[in-house]
């Protein structure tokens, strides 16, 4: 079943030409969008089914610096700045709260680990506190247990997954972009090797510039256009439990579970890096490329089943602009949950907060999490193809960081200082390029 997710009204028209058309209603699509409109730019945002309804509405909601990769930690610190305008910009509320994280643990070694992260974010600016037994324990008192330690994150925070992407893809139209539901993007006309426009089953959009932020879709696509994107997902499974649980932490992670306190209340329930891999062919393509990645977390993954394969969104398949494509055969990834994998969840959670044991799961989903082979985005122009740029394979950190890409993104396009250094996310450390001929008109 689809996560919790507050419906959005579509422009009324397709624009026949736009500066820029982004396409993915997701986090980094909306947020693209966005800054671009705010700015004065003529954006078109193009999404096959609904804003935020597949792994932008399916997470945890966290806006988090720690533990960040070193790569990743500018463009966090800028996007929970971000988090806190938006509401301001818009005049909607996404959520955003400052609440901290906490972190608990018995192991040493996971303590060591994130005194050494402490230690690196203190020159980056970042605050984080190491907590001691008695501390970690007193944070942590809605568990009944003692710890040996932990973190607290004071200025990290949650958004309210159900309606805070919605908000920002709300606030493009206010500023002039249009938003454009149930319409896939087929694929890209050329003209002397350069982007012209962007052909959709409801027309086509005349436009030097594209942004695809597909998130799980994104490498099929850039395969019709002849790029080699290595990209894989893999199946995690989620659950809520309805409102009324009382002096919990608003964001706790621990080795065996985590939770999140919703925007309605209740809590969200996950076990941290715990999926399903289910085969596709794209997988298989690239499988060499991310066998150090699932190495890693082998003791975390379970092999999925035929699931991945029959959704589409990892074909190698070429498909034709004028006919219906795999998009629009499946406009949103919805994949059944791990039903085994949510009862070890719920079952964990009232464990460890005796508190739960008295509310039942009231919602349960999956979402496809994609990912790049070091686990970093991919963001800037494709080389071969001016005027399309990727911004996807966020691996589970996209939510939080979001603004911040989106903003980049922006900034990109329109020659305005960026707000990070963009040289980290550069599509060709992957070794990405065009390679085949696409047809040009």
């Known amino acids: 079943m689809p996560a919790p997710l507050m419906h959005i009204d579509s422009s009324p028209s397709l624009p026949r030409e736009a500066d820029v058309v982004v396409i993915g209603g997701g986090v980094a699509g909306v947020f693209t969008a966005y800054y671009l409109a705010r700015r004065g730019v003529s954006v078109t945002l193009l999404e096959k089914g609904r804003v935020a309804a597949e792994q932008s509405s399916r997470n945890w909601g966290w806006c988090r610096q720690q533990n960040r990769d070193a790569r990743e930690l500018p463009m966090a610190t800028k996007s929970l700045d971000l988090w806190e305008k938006v509401a301001q910009e818009t005049c909607e509320d996404t959520g955003f709260r400052r609440c901290g994280l906490l972190y608990l643990s018995q192991d040493e070694n996971e303590l060591a680990g994130w005194t050494k992260w402490r230690d690196f974010a203190r020159t980056a600016g970042v605050t984080t506190h190491m907590l001691g037994a008695e501390e970690a324990t007193e944070r942590g008192k809605a568990t009944g247990r003692k ?65 695809m932020a597909g998130g799980a879709w994104a490498s099929s696509f850039c395969n019709q256009l002849g790029i080699r994107f290595p990209q894989a997902s893999v199946r995690a499974s989620i659950l809520a439990v309805a409102p009324g649980a009382s002096e919990l932490p608003d964001a706790l992670h621990t080795a065996r579970v985590s939770l999140t306190r919703r925007g309605n209340g209740g809590y969200t329930l996950a076990i941290s890096g715990r999926a399903c891999v289910d085969p596709t062919p794209q997988q298989f393509r690239f499988g060499r490329e991310f066998v150090p990645m699932f190495a890693r977390r082998w003791r975390s993954l379970v092999p999925g089943g035929a699931k991945g394969w029959c959704a589409g969104h990892e074909t190698l398949a070429k498909w034709a602009l004028d006919d219906v494509t795999p998009m629009e055969r499946n406009r949103i990834l919805d994949p059944k949950p791990d039903m085994g994998q949510i009862r070890l969840t719920h079952q964990r959670a009232c464990e460890l907060l005796p508190e739960l044991k008295r509310f039942a799961i009231s919602d349960a989903w999956a979402g496809y999490i994609d990912s790049t082979p070091d686990g970093v985005p991919a963001i800037g122009e494709v080389e071969g193809i001016p005027g399309f740029i990727l911004a996807a394979g966020f691996s589970g950190h996209g939510f939080g960081i979001g603004p911040g890409a989106g903003h980049l993104i922006a900034d990109i396009i329109t020659g305005c200082d960026p707000i990070v250094d963009p040289g980290p996310y550069r599509p060709e450390r992957l070794k990405m390029a065009a390679w085949g001929k696409v047809a040009e008109f």
């Open 147 to 211: 710890w040996k330690g932990g973190v607290f994150s004071p200025t990290d925070g949650t958004a309210d997954t159900s309606k805070a992407v919605p908000v920002a893809a709300r606030g493009i139209m206010a500023a002039g972009g249009t938003v454009h539901q149930n319409c896939a993007a087929r694929g890209l006309e050329l003209s002397a090797g350069r982007v012209s426009a962007v052909v959709t089953e409801a027309g086509t959009i005349r436009t030097k510039t594209v942004v």
